[in-house]
């Protein structure tokens, strides 16, 4: 495992973490609910602090890792090339591709419930602040995860 | 147009004489070791300049280590 792998899963862990936390502090089942400014407010520092120090971490933790796994020669040789630097473009590349698709859906979703509203389909509650908020980073964490999730899958093709 | 194949003959070279490891060879050229195994399995076709530095680390010509199967 190289030490951009093992970055790759320690950020997948983490980005898990804060995304089970944000939807813990705004949903209740599948609902998103009304919650003051403050609480919004403490969520999104909280989530990227945690985001930041928690990169910190992996990014220290992989090297520690990499020496453990592979030994300390093969820490103290190239850590990164132009393999890595490929597979980051690619993955880089599936996320934002995943984040566009994303963005389309909700847009047409939320057109077609304005335009066709159906008692059969449950809509779209990003209409409140909190929605808001909470689909704008819960997308920016998806994508994130998704873009570990290639990475890890890239280097194992 | 069909895709064509990279072939490499650099496991044999690193293991004949020299009898180098992966990780020196990665070492030699500035890669890494994952990225030697995946060389050597041909999942992955190193750039131009990788390929040159790979083939000048056994002292053999380029022709030598590449085979362009189409």
């Excluded at chain 1, 520690?64 to 103290?76: D, H, V």
């Excluded at chain 1, 847009?107 to 059969?120: F, G, N, R, W």
């Excluded at chain 2, 044999?12 to 180098?20: I, V």
């Amino acid at each position: 495992m190289s030490r951009s792998e093992i970055r790759a899963f320690g950020s997948l862990i983490i980005a898990g973490i804060v995304v089970w936390f944000i939807q813990m502090r705004f949903l209740d089942g599948w609902q998103v609910v009304d919650v003051p400014a403050s609480h919004m407010l403490s969520t999104y520092v909280i989530a990227t602090i945690g985001m930041i120090v928690g990169e910190i971490v992996v990014t220290a933790g992989s090297t520690i890792g990499e020496t453990m796994l592979n030994g300390a020669a093969a820490a103290s040789a190239s850590v990164e090339d132009e393999r890595d630097q490929m597979i980051a473009r690619r993955a880089e590349l599936i996320s934002h591709w995943f984040l566009i698709a994303v963005v389309n859906v909700l847009v047409l979703q939320l057109i077609l419930q304005e335009a066709y509203p159906s008692p059969l389909f449950t809509p779209l509650a990003i209409v409140s602040t909190s929605g808001l908020i909470f689909s704008l980073l819960a997308l920016l964490f998806a994508a994130h995860i998704v873009k570990m999730i290639a990475t890890l899958v890239l280097y194992r093709l | 147009m069909a895709k064509g194949k990279v072939r490499n003959r650099i496991r044999q070279l690193r293991t004949g004489e020299g009898g180098l490891t992966q990780s020196q060879l990665a070492e030699m050229v500035g890669a890494t070791r994952q990225t030697i195994i995946a060389i050597e399995q041909e999942k992955y076709a190193p750039s131009l300049e990788l390929a040159f530095r790979i083939a000048r680390a056994f002292g053999v010509p380029f022709e030598d280590v590449y085979s362009f199967e189409p």
